[in-house]
């Protein structure tokens, strides 16, 4: 048995419910969270996607400015979505992959992170059921 957590877009919350569902695993848990991954530093991405962002909005607005500068050289957190899910041994390889297709994007940054983490014990409170089929 293990912990599947998923760090994802909060634009990806629908499409990684429905992946899960899909693969059988329509029980998780969600939380609302604020972080940051790695910094890019390919300074050709960096201006490509800072043209991007300022092409949303007005350019020539100093708050605009100023946030796309945060998310650009690490100051910002941003808003993401954590999913843990408990999964039978057997299906991480099929719920990780799951994950990974609802949530890769085109952007080349910021699409999340897995983590498959040993789950020692689980129990559902209503049936006191214990372990594998507590799940």
């Not at 048995?1 to 629908?14: F, H, P, S, T």
């Not at 990684?16 to 899909?22: G, P």
């Not at 992959?97 to 983590?115: C, Q, R």
């Amino acid at each position: 048995m293990k912990e599947v957590v998923a760090i994802i877009r909060m634009n990806k919350v629908n499409a990684t419910k429905k992946a899960l569902v899909e693969v059988g695993y329509p029980a998780f848990t969600t939380f609302k969270v604020m972080g940051r991954g790695k910094l890019v530093t390919d300074p050709v991405v960096i201006e490509d996607r800072k043209r991007k962002l300022l092409a949303m909005s007005d350019p020539d607005d100093p708050e605009v400015i100023e946030l796309v500068t945060g998310f650009l050289d690490g100051t910002r957190l941003f808003p993401r979505r954590l999913f843990t899910v408990l999964v039978h041994d057997a299906d991480v390889p099929l719920v990780v992959d799951a994950l990974i297709k609802a949530n890769k994007t085109e952007y080349n940054v910021g699409d999340g992170k897995i983590f498959v983490l040993p789950m020692l014990e689980a129990v559902r409170v209503r049936t006191g059921e214990r372990g594998e089929a507590a799940l």
